[in-house]
């Protein structure tokens, strides 16, 4: 990501002056600088334009007062970038760690193959994903379990929350705590109402944000980062869902947790479960042993990333 050595001796340099704090907010041109307890309104120095690096909401920065020949209207300077941990382009954010993907059973309907997809994605960047199923009092509790099933037994932490079902909101800001998170999901799965079971201002802002998108206003550039406690941020940041899946379709079966163990009853090394005559995944979907839907949204985007790669070549 930062190819000449220049950058990264800058960087120790830069290092030794100013103080640390995470850019949570940018706002026309400036950052929002969370030092201790206080933010400071910052510019980005114009050398990190020329090294070709951006400062995006997220990261860890140094900061110092501006010098006398810097001040401009009294604003702080930033003047070095840590390396990041995570980096999303879109919404453009670093260092966040956690994806809440939140999917309604009902009004929508489940979408299986996009939480399929956003899975991989959100894996493929970096995150931790916990998968939040919203609205279970639209459904009948054994068809909400039969949705989650295939989810928690590939291992990933499944909450279930709707109207009259709020007790795993504690889960939620269990996994919360100490993390960068980012909410994602089709919209009018309720992330607002689910924020605003968080924190109701973050509720607030996340609603207000999606309306603008919805009415086509181009906000996916916006981020923000919400504190919900020490240490603990929400990025009310929209536009999420429609990130592409950067993977090579080789690589893909790893993205499927409960394909590994079966995997090895494969009798092909490098089995990727889709055109070989014989393969123990494609036989446990048969019996019933692997959920078609997840075995369904895996070869779906096994064939779209070899498509991919072709025209590519
Ligand atoms: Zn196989």
């Known amino acids: ?25 940018g706002v026309g041109g400036f950052f929002d600088v969370q030092s201790g307890n206080e933010i400071v309104r910052c510019r ?52 966040c760690d956690t994806a809440v993907l939140v999917f309604s059973v009902r009004t929508p309907d489940f979408q299986g193959q996009l939480l399929d997809r956003t899975l991989v994605s959100v894996t493929n960047a970096g995150l931790f994903a916990v998968i939040v199923l919203s609205k279970i009092d639209l459904l009948p509790l054994e068809e909400v379990q039969q949705l989650a099933e295939p989810y928690e037994r590939a291992g990933y932490q499944v909450l ?38 968080l924190a109701p201002e973050l509720g607030l802002k996340m609603g207000s944000i999606s309306e603008k998108a919805g009415r086509g206003r181009h906000t996916t550039r916006h981020v923000e980062l ?48 889709v055109h070989e005559s014989t393969c123990a995944v494609k036989d446990a979907v048969e019996t019933g042993q692997l959920s078609a839907s997840r075995y369904e949204s895996y070869r779906a985007l096994y064939e779209e990333l070899r498509i991919k790669e072709e025209r590519r070549y």
Request: aromatic share 10%; with cysteine; net charge negative.
């Open 1 to 25: 990501m930062q190819p000449d050595g220049g950058w990264h001796r800058g960087q120790q340099e830069d290092r030794r002056f100013g103080v640390e704090g995470r850019v949570v907010r």
């Open 160 to 197: 279930k929350v709707g109207r009259g079902y709020d007790g795993e909101v504690a889960r939620l800001k269990e996994a919360l705590a100490g993390h960068v998170s980012v909410f994602a999901g089709p919209s009018g799965a309720g992330k607002s109402s689910l924020a605003n079971l």
């Open 226 to 273: 919400f504190p919900l406690g020490p240490s603990t941020f929400v990025a009310d940041a929209p536009g999420f869902s429609k990130l592409d899946v950067d993977v090579d379709s080789a690589e893909l079966r790893h993205y499927f947790p409960e394909f590994a163990e079966l995997a090895e009853n494969c009798p092909y090394r490098g089995c990727q479960h």
């Open 44 to 95: 980005a120095r114009g050398v990190f334009r020329k090294r070709g690096t951006t400062v995006v909401v997220g990261d860890w920065v140094n900061w110092e007062p501006a010098s006398e020949d810097e001040a401009q209207s009294g604003e702080a300077v930033i003047t070095g970038v840590y390396p990041r941990s995570t980096e999303l382009v879109r919404p453009p954010m670093a260092n």
